[in-house]
């Protein structure tokens, strides 16, 4: 394993090539190109800047990082830009553009805003893995999560355009600083969601002198050993759903016994499949199985957001009764493409970062009595044999130990990024403000006032070294449990 520093040497010999930084907002980047968001703005700029694949080398296989800049409505304003970093791992940045580009769009009054699809996203040589993302029928929406010869096919495609040891968070983060470069500015603010938030920390721990500022929303540590604590982590935000349910009049009311029947569908789901009589759009019947594995992973996907959380009594209910019409429904009857997440760079850096760091006794011990079991774990272990394998800088690991103002957002709900992991986080960062969004899980879909959050991030922008009034959180509810 290489250290960090390393990397920081091998960094500088591109310095050179770029323009002197600034950190005025007044002038592009010659290379950027006016372009539009679905053709509601003329102003925002996109470009591709060509980098080696391999950042080690100045030869080899290139590759184009997809860019787009929306430049702040003020334009003589000298704050340093907005880099919006996306989760995933796997999400690209760019597909924001139209909510960012907004002209009523708080971030942009005063901020430019940079999106870059990061390696192996969105634009940026994606690596989209066919073999998994598509879906021929609601059966195959049931099926495991890596079938190995699905997992081997996209191997093999994807590695006939990409060295995919290359595609990991350090080399991002390298990437984010070049692409700085080369747009001319001098600090940036980082701006980082779930996966977005380790990237953030690789950034400010490779190169804190070009960091403002930092947000983490909903953060996960490096050392997070993706999917290890997935279990148990969910495990936890179901017993908080649970306590919610009885504490709220009309979750109690209606699902009197959620949790008994949540714990009777496990035990059942657990020693074989649930066959249901569906019923799809076009009349027509036929028997579905539904496997464990298959119930839990949409459940967990649901804890998500506080409106997925409102829906998930009514489903327990009505599956624990026989009537699996209502979970069956969450999914497409249909062939379907899900080309939100690039599965090969989740991939690429799960099994570079995170998996083989997981021990047995560690998966037994943080699995144990959960309803998600070791299942999620021996997916992506059996998926990361048929992957590559890579290197992590021997600090990789260490928590990020800093002064950058940084402000963390964690949601009580979260059921993968919990707030205990938020308080792991800020712990070694001494310039830092927590704020727990009562009613918020991993993002907050499905809350009102949602407007707070953007009102504390950029108060936070403006005065970094001042806590943010955050009083407006405890405004910020959920809808009603849904009953029917």
Request: charged share 20%.
């Amino acid at each position: 394993m290489k250290n960090i520093v390393t990397w920081l040497v091998l960094f500088v010999s591109l310095s050179s090539y770029f323009c002197t930084s600034r950190k005025s907002q007044s002038t592009f980047n010659s290379s950027l190109e006016p372009c539009s968001s679905g053709g509601s703005d003329s102003t925002l700029r996109c470009g591709t800047l060509s980098v080696f694949e391999n950042p080690k080398t100045n030869s080899g296989r290139k590759i184009d990082l997809n860019v787009v800049v929306i430049p702040a409505i003020h334009k003589n304003t000298e704050n340093a830009p907005i880099f919006m970093l996306e989760g995933g791992p796997g999400a690209a940045a760019t597909n924001d553009s139209s909510y960012y580009a907004d002209s009523i769009n708080f971030y942009r009054v005063n901020f430019d805003i940079v999106l870059l699809d990061v390696r192996g996203t969105g634009k940026s040589n994606p690596l989209h893995c066919r073999q998994l993302q598509f879906k021929k029928n609601l059966e195959e929406q049931l099926t495991e999560m890596y079938p190995l010869d699905a997992v081997k096919a996209c191997y093999d495609s994807l590695s006939l355009n990409a060295d995919l040891t290359q595609y990991n968070t350090t080399n991002m983060a390298i990437d984010i600083e070049v692409v700085r470069k080369w747009l001319g500015y001098e600090k940036i603010n980082l701006f980082g969601l779930s996966f977005g938030t380790r990237l953030a920390q690789v950034y400010m721990k490779m190169f804190p002198a070009s960091v403002e500022s930092c947000v983490l929303w909903s953060p996960t540590t490096t050392y997070s050993k993706m999917p290890l604590y997935h279990a148990a982590f969910a495990e936890e935000s179901m017993s908080k759903l649970m306590a919610d349910c009885e504490k709220d009049s009309l979750c109690a009311t209606s699902f009197p016994n959620f949790k008994y029947e949540f714990e009777e569908l496990t035990k059942r789901g657990k020693e074989g499949p649930f066959t249901s009589n569906f019923k799809s759009q076009n009349g027509k019947t036929r028997n579905v199985n539904i496997p464990w594995f298959a119930f839990q992973t949409k459940i967990r996907s649901l804890m998500y957001m506080p409106f997925g959380l409102r829906q998930i009594p009514h489903l327990v209910h009505q599956s624990y009764l026989g009537n699996w019409q209502p979970f069956l429904s969450l999914f497409p009857d249909a062939s379907s493409y899900d080309d939100f997440i690039a599965e090969g760079l989740y991939l690429c850096v799960t099994c570079i970062e995170d998996v083989p760091f997981i021990s047995e006794e560690d998966a037994d011990l943080l699995t144990k009595g959960t309803f998600m079991g070791r299942y999620r774990i021996d997916q992506q272990q059996g998926a990361c044999k048929n992957w590559v394998n890579g290197v992590v800088p021997a600090d990789y690991f260490e928590p990020l130990t800093s002064s950058i103002p940084t402000l963390v957002f964690s949601g009580y709900f979260d059921p993968v990024t919990p707030p205990s992991m938020a308080e792991q986080i800020v712990s070694t960062l001494n310039k830092s403000f927590l704020v727990t969004i009562p009613a918020m899980s991993h993002t907050f879909d499905g809350l009102s006032n949602p407007e707070c959050f953007d009102k504390l991030v950029l108060e936070f922008y403006t005065n970094p070294s001042v806590r943010p009034n955050s009083e407006c959180v405890n405004e910020m509810k959920p809808e009603p449990y849904k009953t029917e």
